[in-house]
C-alpha cells in the first residue's frame, strides 16, 4: 500500500524554494539542457516533415506526420513504464548517461536521414532517449525532495523545463533559416553537455544498485503489475483525454499556423520596432512571410516561465486532482478558441489561455503519482506519468494527421477544388508541385492568394477539427470529475 502523501505546507514561497538542495538543482538544470535541445526540434518539426522537396524538406504527408508521431508517443511515453524501475535499480546516473547517448544517434540521423523509413529510425532513436531520460532525471526529483514542498517543486520543474523549451525554437527558428541540418547538430551538441552535468553530483543513498537485488525480470513483473492498480489505470485512463487535446498544440498548430493565419502583421511590428533582426523582418514583411509558428508557439513556454511558480504556489491550496480539473477546462477552451478565425491576434490569445490551463493541470500529475509511490519506487511512479501521455498523443497524432490530411491541409483542399470544382484532371492537379498548387487556384478563381485563402477558409471550415479536439478534452474533463468524487468519497469511508 503507497504510502500517504505529506500535507502541503504553507509556508512562504521563498522559504519553500530555499529548501531544495543542490541535488535538485542540478537535476533540474539538466533537464533544461535536454528540454533545449529537445522542443529546438519539436517546434519546428511538423513543418519540416511537410516540407517541399525544393525547400530542403522529405514532403511527407500528414499521414506520414502521424504514424511517425503516433509511434514516437508509444516509444517515448510508454518506455519509461519499464525504465523507471530500471532507474531505481542501476541508479539515476548510469540511466540519464545512456539516455544522452540515443538523444545524440537520434539528432544525428534525422539530419541526414530524408527517406521515410530513415527519418523514422532517427525519431525513434530520439524517442527512446527521451524515454530513458525522463523517469531518470524525474525520478531523482522525487527521490530528493521534500513531499510538503512537491506542489512548488514540481511547480519550479515545471518552470524551468520550459526555459529550455522557451530557447530551442529561438535558436531552432535562426538555424533553420540558413540550413536545417544545423538545427539537428545544435540540439546534439546541447544534449550533450549533460554528460559534464553528471560529474557534478552524487547518487543519492537509496538509489544506489547495491540496495535493490532485483533481476530485470522482477522490474518488468512489478512495472506492468502496478500500472494496473485500480487507482492508477483509472486516472491513466481519463486523463489521456487531456493528452489527446494538447499534442494537437505542437503536431497540428504549426502546419495550422503556415496554412491559415496571417501572422505577417508580426514581421512589421519588429520591423516598425528596430529591435535587432529588423532587417530581416522588413524583407519577411515586403513578401508578406508567414511569421515563424515556432515562435508564436513560444508564447506558451514563455508564459509559463512568468507565471508557474505563482500558479504552482496557489495549486497547493488545493489537491492535485482537483487542481488538473480546472487545468484541463481552461485549456479546452484555450483550444477551442483557435479555430474560429484566422485572426493571429485570436490565436494568440488561445494559445496563452490554453497555457494557464496547461499550467494548472500538466505538473500536477507527477505530483499526484509521487504521492503514491513507496520509498525506492519514485523513478517507477515518474515512468507511469508518461502513460496518459503515450495513450493520448499515440491516438492523437494518427487522429489529428487524419483529420488534417483530409479536411486541413491547404494544399490539399486547394487541389480537390481544382479536381471537384473547376474540373481539372485528378491527374493535372495532382502533377502540380506543392509550392505552386495555391497559385495555380489563385490564377483560376482570378483571385489573389490571400483571397483564395480566405475563400478556402470560409469554403471548407478547417477551423472546425479545433472543436473535436476540445470536446476530447472536455470528455476527460467529466471522466476526471467524476473519478475524483469516487475517490473522495472512499478516502473518507
Known amino acids: 500500500m503507497a504510502h500517504a502523501p505529506a500535507a502541503p505546507s504553507n509556508a512562504p514561497l521563498l522559504t519553500q524554494i530555499k529548501s531544495f538542495d ?50 514516437w508517443a508509444l516509444v517515448q511515453s510508454l518506455l519509461p513504464m519499464f525504465t523507471g524501475g530500471f532507474a531505481d535499480r542501476y541508479g539515476y546516473k548510469n540511466t540519464i548517461t545512456i ?16 527517406s521515410f523509413w530513415g527519418f523514422f529510425i532517427g525519431c525513434m532513436f530520439l524517442a527512446a532517449g527521451t524515454a530513458v531520460f525522463k523517469p531518470g532525471v524525474q525520478g531523482l526529483l522525487a527521490n530528493v525532495m521534500k513531499k510538503e514542498y512537491a506542489s512548488v517543486g514540481w511547480g519550479l520543474f515545471y518552470q524551468l523545463v520550459n526555459i529550455g523549451g522557451f530557447l530551442g525554437p529561438i535558436l531552432a527558428g535562426y538555424l533553420r533559416l540558413m540550413d536545417w541540418k544545423y538545427v539537428f547538430y545544435a540540439c546534439a551538441a546541447i544534449v550533450s ?12 543513498s537509496h538509489a544506489e544498485g547495491n540496495k535493490d537485488e532485483r533481476n530485470p525480470i522482477e522490474i518488468l513483473v512489478q512495472s506492468v503489475s502496478g500500472l494496473f492498480r485500480p487507482r492508477i489505470i483509472t486516472f491513466i485512463l481519463l486523463f489521456s483525454g ?26 512589421r511590428i519588429w520591423a516598425d520596432l528596430g529591435i535587432p533582426g529588423s532587417t530581416l523582418a522588413t524583407e519577411m514583411a515586403a513578401k508578406g512571410a508567414p511569421f515563424n509558428q515556432e515562435w ?48 493571429v491576434w485570436l490565436c ?49 497524432s494518427m487522429a489529428g494527421g487524419y483529420f488534417y490530411e483530409n479536411f486541413g491541409d491547404r494544399t490539399n483542399l486547394a487541389r480537390n477544388h481544382l479536381v471537384n470544382e473547376l474540373d481539372v484532371p485528378r491527374l493535372v492537379a495532382n502533377a502540380v508541385p506543392k509550392d505552386d498548387v495555391l497559385g495555380v487556384l489563385a490564377g483560376l478563381m482570378q483571385r489573389s492568394e490571400a483571397e483564395t485563402v480566405q475563400f478556402l477558409w470560409q469554403t471548407y471550415h478547417p477551423g ?30
Open 22 to 71: 543542490r541535488t535538485f538543482w542540478i537535476a533540474n538544470f539538466m533537464e533544461v539542457l535536454e528540454r533545449f535541445a529537445y522542443y529546438g526540434v519539436r517546434t519546428v518539426l511538423p513543418t519540416y516533415m511537410v516540407l517541399s522537396l525544393a525547400e530542403g524538406g522529405p514532403e511527407f504527408n500528414h499521414l506520414d506526420k502521424g504514424f511517425i508521431y503516433a509511434w
Open 193 to 204: 553537455l549533460n554528460f559534464l552535468t553528471l560529474l557534478a553530483f552524487e547518487e543519492p
Open 348 to 396: 494568440i490569445g488561445a494559445v496563452l489561455v490554453f497555457s494557464v490551463g496547461e499550467m494548472c493541470s500538466s505538473p500536477k500529475k507527477m505530483e499526484y503519482l509521487a504521492s503514491l509511490a513507496k520509498p525506492g519506487e519514485e523513478g517507477l511512479y515518474m515512468g507511469y506519468a508518461n502513460v496518459p501521455l503515450a495513450i493520448g498523443w499515440g491516438l492523437g
Open 296 to 343: 508564436l508557439i513560444n508564447l506558451n513556454p514563455g508564459l509559463i516561465i512568468f507565471l508557474m511558480l505563482p500558479i504552482a504556489w496557489l495549486t497547493n491550496f488545493t489537491t492535485p486532482l482537483r487542481s488538473i480539473l480546472i487545468g484541463v477546462f481552461i485549456a479546452s477552451a484555450g483550444t477551442l478558441f483557435i479555430g474560429f478565425s484566422t485572426s
Open 464 to 493: 472546425q477539427m479545433w472543436i473535436i479536439f476540445s470536446g476530447i478534452g472536455l470528455l476527460s474533463l467529466v471522466g476526471l470529475a467524476v473519478y475524483d468524487m469516487v475517490l473522495r468519497r472512499v478516502d473518507a469511508s
Open 99 to 114: 539516455a544522452i547517448i540515443l538523444k545524440i544517434i537520434g539528432y544525428l540521423l534525422m539530419a541526414h536521414m530524408m
Open 242 to 267: 487531456f493528452w489527446f487535446m494538447f499534442n494537437q498544440i505542437f503536431d497540428i498548430l504549426p502546419n495550422f499556423l503556415d496554412d491559415w493565419v496571417d501572422s505577417s502583421v508580426l514581421w
